[in-house]
C-alpha cells in the first residue's frame, strides 16, 4: 500500500476517534482514544466473523509500514521531546533523588520481576516464551506514562512533590527502559557473540553518550531560539533539534529518546525563561501538544489494527497470558517501587505513604506500544504484542480513570513518620 495511502487511512481513523471522543465520550484524550481501538478491534472481528472480512486491508495496511524504522526512530523522538518539554524542572530538582532511584534501579529492577515471572507463566502453560524475549517484554513494559494520569493527579489535588515524581519517573524512564530494550534486542540478535560486560558498555555508552548529546543539542537550540522573536521559526528549529538531533545520534551510536528528553529538557526550562516571548511560548506549546496527541492516537490505532491482524492466530492460551501480565505488571511495580522505598527509608527517599499512588499511577501508553509494535519477527511477537495491549487497556481504561479516587483518599492527613515536607 502506497506511504500516502497508508497515512491518510491511518489519520481519519484518528480524526474520527478524537471527534467522537471530545463530541460524546469526554473522557482523557489518551484513554478515550484506548477505549475506541478496542472497539475498532472488537468491531472488525465480529464483522469478519459474519464473512465481511477486512483483515486482508488491515494486513497491507499494517505491513506497510516500517515500524523499526518509523516508531523507534520517529516517533518516540517527538513524544519524548514533547514530554520533556512540558516538564517542570523546579519541581523535579526537588525531588531528583527519588527520580534517579525510580529510573536507574526501578526500570531495571521491574524489568527483571516482569521478565521471569513472565517466563514461568509461559512455560507453566506450555507456551515455552524464551527468557530473553521475556526480559524484553519487561523492559518495555516498565516505562510509565504520565500523560493519562498527570491532568487527574492535579484535578484531585495532589501535591506538586508527588506529581513531579509521577511525572519524571515517566519523563526519564521512557529513555532508560529504550537503551535497555535495544540492549536486550541486540543481546537476543546476537547473543553468541554479544555477552553481559558487552550488553552493560553498550547500556552505559549509550546512556550517558545520549545525555551529553541532548544537552549539545538543546544548547545548540536555545542560542537559536534566543536570536529570534518568531515563533514560526521557532516552531522549525524544535522541529530541526528533534529530526537532525535523533538522526545524529543514530550516527554516533548513543541513546537517541535520552538525547531528546535532555534537549526537550533545557528548552523546556532556559529556553522559556531567557529564549522565548509570551507569544511564542503559547503557540509553542500548542503546536507539540498538538504533536502528541497525533502520534499518541497514531499508536493506539494501530495497535488495534495489529491485534486484527494477529487474531486469527490469538489463541486462548494468548489471552491468559495477556491477563496474567496484567498481574505480574502490577506486582512487579508494587515490589519494585516498595522495595526501593523501605531500602532507602533512612534517607527519606519515596515515602512509603506514596507507594500505592505510584504504583497505581504507573500508567502503560505509546511508549510501550510503539517498542512492541517495533520486535522483530520471532515466533515471541504475536503473544507480547497481544500481552502489551491487555496490559496497556487495563491501565489506561482502569487505573487511569481511578487514580484520582486514590489520590484523594491519600489527601487526608497520613500517620506515617516516613515523610518528608511537601
Known amino acids: 500500500m502506497p506511504v500516502f495511502q497508508t497515512i491518510g487511512i491511518l489519520l481519519t481513523l484518528t480524526a474520527l476517534f478524537a471527534f467522537v471522543n471530545k463530541r460524546y465520550i469526554r473522557l482523557q484524550m489518551t484513554v478515550g482514544l484506548m477505549l475506541q481501538s478496542l472497539i475498532l478491534s472488537g468491531v472488525l472481528i465480529l464483522l469478519s466473523r459474519f464473512g465481511i472480512g477486512l483483515e486482508d486491508m488491515a494486513q497491507r495496511l499494517v505491513r506497510g509500514i516500517d515500524f523499526d524504522q518509523i516508531l523507534l526512530q520517529a516517533v518516540l523522538s517527538f513524544l519524548l521531546f514533547s514530554g520533556a518539554l512540558f516538564a517542570e524542572p523546579e519541581h523535579l530538582k526537588k525531588v531528583k533523588l527519588d527520580i534517579a532511584v525510580l529510573v536507574l534501579v526501578g526500570v531495571v529492577l521491574s524489568t527483571i520481576l516482569v521478565g521471569f515471572g513472565l517466563f514461568f507463566i509461559s512455560n507453566w502453560l506450555g507456551m515455552e516464551l524464551r527468557l530473553i524475549y521475556c526480559l524484553l517484554f519487561g523492559a518495555l513494559i516498565s516505562p510509565t506514562d504520565p500523560i493519562a494520569v498527570i491532568a487527574t493527579l492535579k484535578r484531585a489535588g495532589i501535591d506538586h512533590q508527588t506529581g513531579a515524581r509521577i511525572a519524571g519517573e515517566a519523563l526519564f524512564n521512557d529513555g532508560i527502559g529504550i537503551v535497555l530494550f535495544l540492549s536486550l534486542l541486540h543481546f537476543a540478535e546476537d547473543g ?231
Open 192 to 422: 553468541g557473540n554479544f555477552g553481559a560486560a558487552e550488553m552493560a558498555s553498550l547500556f552505559a555508552r549509550e546512556a550517558i553518550g545520549g545525555l551529553i548529546l541532548g544537552a549539545l543539542v538543546g544548547g545548540a537550540g536555545f542560542l537559536l531560539l534566543r536570536g529570534l522573536d518568531s515563533y514560526t521559526v521557532e516552531i522549525l528549529v524544535t522541529l530541526a533539534m528533534v529530526s537532525g538531533g535523533y538522526s545524529l545520534a543514530h550516527t554516533l551510536h548513543v541513546s537517541g529518546p535520552l538525547a531528546m528528553v535532555a534537549a526537550g529538557l533545557m528548552i523546556g526550562s532556559h529556553g522559556r525563561a531567557h529564549a522565548m516571548s509570551d507569544s511564542t511560548e503559547e503557540n509553542l506549546d500548542r503546536f507539540w501538544e498538538v504533536i502528541e496527541d497525533i502520534l499518541n492516537a497514531l499508536l493506539f490505532t494501530l495497535i488495534g489494527l495489529e491485534i486484527l491482524v494477529l487474531f486469527p492466530d490469538i489463541t486462548f492460551a494468548h489471552v491468559v497470558i495477556g491477563g496474567a501480565s496484567i498481574l505480574i505488571v502490577l506486582l512487579a511495580r508494587f515490589l519494585s517501587v516498595s522495595g526501593m522505598s523501605l531500602a532507602l527509608k533512612p534517607l527519606k527517599i519515596i515515602p512509603t505513604r506514596t507507594v500505592p499512588l505510584l504504583t497505581w499511577a504507573g500508567v502503560r501508553g505509546g511508549i510501550s506500544i510503539a517498542l512492541a509494535l517495533s520486535l522483530p519477527s520471532v515466533p515471541e511477537r504475536g503473544v507480547l504484542i497481544v500481552a502489551t495491549y491487555m496490559v496497556a487497556v487495563f491501565t489506561m481504561l482502569v487505573q487511569a480513570t481511578t487514580v484520582g479516587k486514590l489520590a484523594r483518599i491519600r489527601r487526608r492527613p497520613p500517620e506515617d513518620e516516613h515523610q518528608i515536607p511537601e
